[in-house]
């Protein structure tokens, strides 16, 4: 009985993984966004308490969802195995396993925005591949356990069988992939697509200080940070998009694709900088927008005095309550339909995302967004408010040494040091370097078109040789020099002067 256990444990983790190729390969086909995998790492996502999302942030960076994936799927592969070894005891014990798990596959789709019977049926499609692939694959391993003189037999079968499941499984999965493939088609519209008034601009040449090993003042869109919730990427054509605009208005507005791009355009050079960004980190980056403002299509609607804030839904059903005031002053608060002159990324919020100069992206930077209610605080909840971070989050003042890197040997003598700083919507007055407890040196800072984007700065400073620290600090054009007290990200922003160890040889 104990030798023949792994083959048990073997066709539950068989028939589960076939169940999840056949619920993937539905879900393409029926080119649902969620499959029932994703909808459940989402689920857990939108669950999990604000402190230890932004551990894992800070821990794993863009690699968060990845890793909470391979998570569940090992947590499958264990309940597969389960449910491979109750089924010596009866044909109905496995159902213990697999009718749980589809439950838990079952509210986590429903629980998706603007969820549907048909995103349902990836999850019957899986479920029915679990017990009946199951128990075709048992029935030789209980032949065997009941006729001895057949077991040798049955065992060359069953492998036989999980064999060819296997392959079968994978070559359903890829086929859904390729017939499902909605992603290639938008992609392929993205690529295409010319929108009027977008144009392709190189970053001001006076922008950059000319020393090696900063970033770059414009990044490039595959080198932006990646923030978000979803781990299948809403995949919108622009024809299907639409937005609606209305609450505390008197004349509600509807925008499809076309009416917007249609409008002014605008194109602004914009940091964003996320509200989990550690002191020196890199989720922050500058780029050329383009888009209509959010302000001039909210003039003319009859906006309501008691209104403070705009509600913004995204496609996935993300939520975040934005001020009015930072949406309807003089800063170029857009929705955006492009990115250094491209349209948007799919993983930047194609066709329409918000970008909002001044603010965290979590209270105002909407991917795929599809709903602006205009209310109030006190009647809107954002997403991670909910979980404890601030409902206002405007941008703190900034500042990231680049070069040298932590733990690196320099030539001792005259020491080049360069980054960047940041105060979006303030813009950044000065930089300092202090190397050792020292005197602090003014760093000459590169032009920047507005005070929305981020400067490079450097500095030169004798080193002697020996182990050394280098910090930096930063003054805004406000007056305001960055504070030294060291805060986590948690709940508006992180805080303090980003320290660099090195040696100079």
């Known amino acids: 009985m104990t030798a023949r256990r792994p083959h048990w444990m073997l066709a539950g983790v068989v028939a589960g993984l076939a169940g999840l190729a056949t619920s993937y390969a539905t879900a393409m086909v029926l080119t649902i966004r969620e499959a029932p995998l994703v909808a459940v790492a989402e689920l857990v996502i939108r669950l999990t308490p604000g402190p230890v999302a932004e551990a894992a942030i800070s821990v794993l960076g863009q690699f968060d969802k990845t890793f909470l994936v391979l998570v569940i799927l090992l947590l499958l592969l264990v309940c597969f195995a389960v449910a491979g070894l109750l089924a010596r005891g009866g044909w109905y014990r496995p159902l213990l396993v697999w009718l749980p798990l589809a439950a838990v596959g079952l509210a986590a789709v429903l629980t998706q925005r603007q969820a549907s019977a048909v995103d349902t049926l990836p999850v019957a499609v899986g479920l029915l591949t679990w017990v009946t692939l199951h128990s075709a694959l048992t029935d030789a391993l209980e032949r065997g356990r009941r006729r001895p003189d057949l077991e040798s037999r049955e065992r060359r079968v069953f492998l036989m069988v999980a064999g060819a499941v296997s392959v079968a499984a994978l070559g359903i999965a890829v086929a859904g992939r390729v017939v499902g493939a909605g992603r290639r088609k938008v992609e392929a519209s993205r690529r295409l697509l010319r929108i009027p008034g977008v144009t392709r601009r190189e970053a001001p040449a006076d922008t950059s200080v000319g020393l090696a090993g900063i970033a770059p003042w414009q990044t490039p869109n595959e080198d932006f940070y990646l923030i978000d919730t979803t781990i299948a990427k809403p995949v919108i054509e622009p024809e299907e998009w639409s937005l609606r605009i209305h609450g505390l208005v008197e004349r509600e507005l509807t925008l499809d694709f076309s009416s917007l791009v249609a409008r002014r355009m605008t194109e602004s050079w914009i940091t964003l900088s996320c509200v989990s960004n550690e002191i020196g980190g890199g989720l922050v980056g500058n780029a050329r927008w383009s888009g209509v403002r959010i302000a001039d299509l909210l003039d003319g609607l009859g906006v309501s005095p008691e209104a403070d804030c705009v509600l913004q839904t995204s496609h996935d059903g993300w939520t975040c309550a934005t001020p009015l005031e930072a949406l309807t002053d003089d800063r170029d608060a857009l929705l955006a339909v492009a990115m250094n002159g491209r349209p948007l990324p799919i993983e930047h919020g194609f066709p329409v995302r918000t970008i909002v100069p001044g603010l965290y992206g979590y209270v105002s930077a909407t991917k795929w967004v599809v709903d602006l209610e205009v209310s109030t605080f006190a009647r809107s909840t954002g997403y991670w408010t909910t979980k404890g971070w601030s409902s206002e989050g405007p941008v703190k003042i900034a500042s990231r040494i680049d070069v040298p890197r932590a733990g690196a040997e320099v030539e001792a003598g005259p020491v080049s040091f360069g980054g960047v700083a940041w105060h979006q919507h303030t813009g950044i007055e000065s930089v300092e370097v202090q190397v050792d407890g020292g005197p602090w040196t003014p760093a000459e ?40 007290v060291v805060r986590s990200p948690d709940p508006d922003g992180a805080t303090g002067w980003h320290t660099v160890d090195f040696r100079a040889v």
């Open 445 to 484: 800072l590169g032009r920047v078109p507005s005070a929305d984007t981020w400067v490079q700065w450097a500095a030169t400073i004798d080193v002697p040789e020996g182990d050394h620290e280098v910090r930096v600090r930063a003054t805004g054009k406000d007056g305001q020099t960055q504070t030294s």
